[in-house]
Structures are given as C-alpha cells and as structure tokens.
C-alpha cells in the first residue's frame, strides 16, 4: 500500500503564480524525494530531501521537509504552462529496500 | 551519462499470454527496482535487484517475476496475462538501493503494456 498521500489531488493555477502541493507520509524516513510525470511518460527526479534537512533549493522548486509532522511541501514559483504535470513524493525508509509514492497532485499551468 | 533505458515502449498482448520487459539502469548504478502504475492503484513497487540479488518484493502474484544480470540490467516477466495487468510499468535505477541515505532513485520512461 502507498505511504504517502498528496493534497491537493488537483490544483489549477495561472502562469506566473506559485503553486504549493503537500505530502504526508506514516513513518521514519531517510530521505524523500519529488517527481513530475508528464502525461504517459516516466518519472522525473526534481529533488532530493534528507532526513536531517529542512529545507532545500533547486532552480524555481523549494522543497521543506518536517519530519515532527511527517509532512513535506514542493513549492514551484513563477509557474509556467511546462510545468503542468503530476507531482508525487516518495519515501524511502531506514529499513527495507522499498520506495513508497504518494498519490500525487496534478498541476494544471494556465497561459 | 545515459538515463535509464526501457523496452519496449508499448506492447499489445492477448490474455492468457506471457511478456518480458527490459530495463537498462544507468551506468554504474547496482540497483533496479521495478513499479506497476495503474489509475486505480497508482504507483506500486514490484520487486528490486541489486547484484543480481532480489532484496525485496511487493505484493503482487508469483506471475510476476524478474531477475537482473551481472551488467545489472534487469528484466521483469508477467506470465499468464490477465485484462488488469494492463498498465505502465516503471524501473528505477539508483547506485546502491533504496533504503540509503541520499540516494536518488531515477526512474525510467516505462513500458506501456496492454492486455486485451
């Protein structure tokens, strides 16, 4: 069974706005990691985040990571119509070789 | 550096058939994990390898199986096809495993199978 769970499940923004996606996850992690998946295409690594981080950069993504709340957000700014995807984080715990996704949100860029 | 490689892109297969899916994880990387993605039950993890060794498997039936080489590309097979074993299947390589420290996982464009 999946981990994670992602909300929103759907977020529509305009071009140019940031968009703000969460996602919870059950238990100890070692690090989490975010993906895009483009409609009927793989997954796209984004961003790796550790258990001992708080917060990390990469380009327009800022990832936080609160493991007190089991809880992580992917913030993307300055959104452009490329970015319409679905989004999902993924867990990967101390114990066990097994990846858990979430359920994803799917971001919808308006021009 | 190339990414990880899947064959076939998509595949039409009968019920009741078998398939074989291919997966060449990047160079270097020791570890392939395999995922099912379905609408309905989003992404699941089947099974993964890491020097030619099963470490874990997920709960699907023994139709599923898979097996990696000692050049670390892995193959999955699905015998005996039934309709719901239609969707993308998805590996991911990564240099070490999944349960390290750190250790990005990246994932592969998929398989598109359908059964009918």
């Known amino acids: 069974s999946q981990q994670g769970e992602e909300d929103p499940q759907a977020l529509s923004i305009q071009e140019g706005e940031n968009a703000t996606m969460n996602c919870s996850y059950k238990?100890?992690?070692?690090?989490l990691q975010w993906y895009r998946q483009n409609s009927g295409r793989g997954l796209v690594h984004l961003i790796l985040?550790?258990?001992?981080?708080r917060e990390k950069h990469s380009g327009r993504l800022r990832v936080t990571l609160d493991t007190s709340k089991k809880s992580s957000s992917l913030l993307i700014t300055a959104s452009r119509a490329a970015d319409t995807a679905s989004y999902f984080c993924?867990?990967?715990?101390?114990?066990?070789?097994?990846?858990?996704f979430g359920t994803g949100t799917s971001l919808t860029v308006i021009p | 550096k190339a990414g990880v490689t899947q064959t076939p892109r998509y595949l039409i297969k009968t019920r009741g058939q078998q398939v074989t899916l291919s997966c060449s994880p990047i160079?270097?990387?020791?570890?392939v994990s395999w995922y099912q993605q379905t609408p309905g039950q989003g992404l699941q993890f089947l099974f993964e390898?890491?020097?030619?060794?099963?470490?874990n498997k997920g709960n699907f039936p023994g139709r599923f199986s898979g097996r990696q080489f000692s050049n670390s590309r892995s193959e999955m097979n699905v015998s005996t096809l039934e309709l719901g074993d239609s969707a993308l299947y998805l590996c991911?390589?990564?240099?070490?495993?999944?349960?390290?420290?750190?250790?990005?996982?990246?994932f592969g464009e998929g398989s598109w199978l359908t059964v009918v």
């Open positions: 390898y890491f020097s030619e060794t099963q470490r």
């Open positions: 160079s270097g990387h020791r570890s």
């Open positions: 991911a390589s990564s240099l070490i495993g999944t349960g390290t420290v750190g250790n990005a996982i990246y």
């Open positions: 238990t100890s992690i070692n690090n």
């Open positions: 993924a867990t990967a715990s101390f114990t066990g070789n097994q990846f858990y």
């Open positions: 985040i550790r258990s001992n981080e």
